[in-house]
């Protein structure tokens, strides 16, 4: 059924209006973005199998490429594109550091001040948080960016960019984008 045919307070836009963005659901929002959808599907039923094929995880949907998204009838490039930047959107707003976290004194704070940043990646990345003698952070800067199991760290660029920034501590920190959260043989050697 056409959305056209809904109730005016269950159609995606009207519902924004009404509701507001909190009231409304993720294949919603996506029906939004999407503008439109194919000749057997309105928006939102297409939003919802869409959602449904990336089990139903924005972060799953997030690493779809424009051709995969180009796979359902009813998205074109102009509509992968626009699904892709909204989607990149999120993820930039959601990268910035959590600066209300203060100061880093446990490993759980150092945790919700950097796990932003690792939202999303699909390859490893390696980064530094350099912290001030009060253990507040100075900066967070990425030393290496790598493939899909490894990057490349020279601890003398850690030990350099210390000093440069006047740190009196630094975290270190790496994701895993498999999600495997034991340590590698090469992430023990570098720690020790």
């Known amino acids: 059924m056409s959305i056209k045919n809904w109730n005016e307070e269950d159609r995606p836009r009207e519902k924004f209006l009404e509701k507001g963005k909190n009231a409304m659901t993720n294949a919603e929002l996506l029906a939004i973005i999407m503008s439109s959808g194919n000749a057997e599907e309105n928006a939102v039923e297409l939003a919802r199998r869409i959602l449904k094929d990336a089990d139903n995880s924005i972060d799953v949907l997030g690493k779809y490429s424009l051709k995969e998204l180009m796979q359902y009838k009813g998205i074109g490039e102009a509509k992968a594109i626009s699904i892709a930047a909204a989607l990149e959107l999120g993820l930039r707003r959601m990268a ?35 912290l001030n003698r009060a253990m507040k952070p100075i900066k967070l ?34 994701n895993h984008p498999s999600g495997n959260l034991l340590p590698s043989e090469s992430d023990i050697l570098l720690t020790d």
């Open 96 to 130: 910035k550091p959590n600066e209300k976290i203060g100061i880093i004194n446990s490993s759980q704070k150092a945790f919700e001040y950097m796990q932003h940043y690792f939202m999303g990646l699909q390859v490893e990345h390696f980064v530094v948080l350099y």
């Open 141 to 174: 800067e990425k030393i290496s960016e790598g493939g899909l199991s490894a990057t490349v760290v020279d601890i003398r660029l850690i030990g350099k960019m210390a000093l440069m920034n006047l740190a009196s501590a630094v975290i270190l920190a790496h």
